[in-house]
């Protein structure tokens, strides 16, 4: 689909859409990037049961310590550890969480 009248095209994916990169190039003379992908559903049932795990360990935590909690599961440490400090400067300072926060910290 064209943008806006211009030679830009548009391509949307559903949320969740998974692909393997099959090859990358680079085109000087036009100046853009060429990838070609494959969709596939590797990984999609992986994923899927690891979140409903977490939702099930973590039933009783709220939403945000459920986010930065996958993000740990996922190894994503300083991106957890950001995300969590985050958090810390928008909670009140008597907020339940902030126990369970300093402690993922």
Known sequence: QYLNG???????????SVFIIENVERDEQRNFWRIQMSATDQGTFEIKQRIDF???EFQS?????????LLIDMHQYVKAEAYFRMI???LPNDHQDLPSIHDYI
């Open 88 to 90: 810390l400067q928008e």
């Open 61 to 69: 935590f709220n939403i945000n310590l459920l986010f930065g909690r």
């Open 6 to 16: 211009t030679d830009e095209k548009e391509i949307l994916f559903n949320i969740g």
């Open 54 to 56: 977490i939702i099930k």
